[in-house]
Antibody, heavy 125, light 107 residues
Framework: EGQLVESGGGLVKPGGSLRISCAAS????????MTWVRQAPGKGLAWVSS????????HYEESVRGRFTISRDNAKNSLYLQMNGLGVEDTGVYFC??????????????????WGQGTLVTVSS | DIQLTQSPSFLSASVGDRVTITCRAS??????LAWYQQKPGKAPNLLIY???TLQSGVPSRFSGSGSGTEFTLTINSLQPDDFATYYC?????????FGQGTKVDVK
């Protein structure tokens, strides 16, 4: 099944930087694409970024492109999100998730599962 | 970008009720849709993937249907553990997008 555990969240001032991590266990991490999803306090879920299994393909949500960098270390079974130029709008719980792939009626389908428990990032002066 | 619109945003229901949540996509996404349940302070929990495939271990009272631009999540005979917020997610293209959520609370 697999387990994901995020860490590295905390309080940072506007304009500051933070790197959060996601440690994977119980599955072959190097096989799977991974993703970050965030949730602002009292708000809904928002996709942030995804990275392919090798790390060669990355995607970002428009508001974080150029400020955030997703990366991974397959030897360490770890996923990272380097966040620079943080603003108050970046405050929230950040979840990592595995991008599952399977056969479905239209060929292959994807979904996010499992998820970590999340790490809280607070941007405030 | 593909927008997902869930309706309703809030739903009051009683134990035993049949509940239906709709997710409409701004353009066709085939069957590349998943449904999640989230409780306060917890990570989302996968219910349905590929629009209609029930995730292993999820009770059979949950079902999903639809393709293209209109999808539904149905909960037959709502149970006390089902009071939560539900989200749809499209995985047809980047950026991935979620619906705004549907909160199901006690009537």
């Amino acid at each position: 099944e697999g387990q994901l555990v995020e860490s590295g969240g905390g309080l940072v001032k506007p304009g500051g930087s933070l790197r959060i991590s996601c440690a994977a266990s119980g599955f072959d991490f190097s096989w799977w694409s991974m993703t970050w999803v965030r949730q602002a306090p009292g708000k809904g879920l928002a996709w942030v970024s995804s990275i392919s299994s090798s790390g060669s393909h990355v995607h970002y949500e428009e508001s974080v492109r150029g400020r955030f960098t997703i990366s991974r270390d397959n030897a360490k079974n770890s996923l990272y999100l380097q966040m620079n130029g943080l603003g108050v709008e970046d405050t929230g719980v950040y979840f990592c998730a595995r991008e599952e792939v399977g056969y479905c009626s239209v060929g292959t389908c994807e979904w996010f599962d499992p998820w970590g428990q999340g790490t809280l990032v607070t941007v405030s002066s | 970008d593909i927008q997902l619109t869930q309706s309703p945003s809030f739903l009051s229901a009683s134990v035993g009720d049949r509940v239906t949540i709709t997710c409409r996509a701004s353009q066709g996404i085939s069957s590349y849709l998943a449904w999640y349940q989230q409780k306060p302070g917890k990570a989302p929990n996968l219910l349905i993937y590929a629009a209609s495939t029930l995730q292993s271990g999820v009770p059979s009272r949950f079902s999903g249907s639809g393709s293209g631009t209109e999808f539904t999540l149905t909960i037959n005979s709502l149970q006390p553990d089902d009071f939560a917020t539900y989200y749809c997610l499209q995985l047809n293209s980047y950026p991935r997008t979620f619906g705004q959520g549907t909160k199901v609370d006690v009537k």
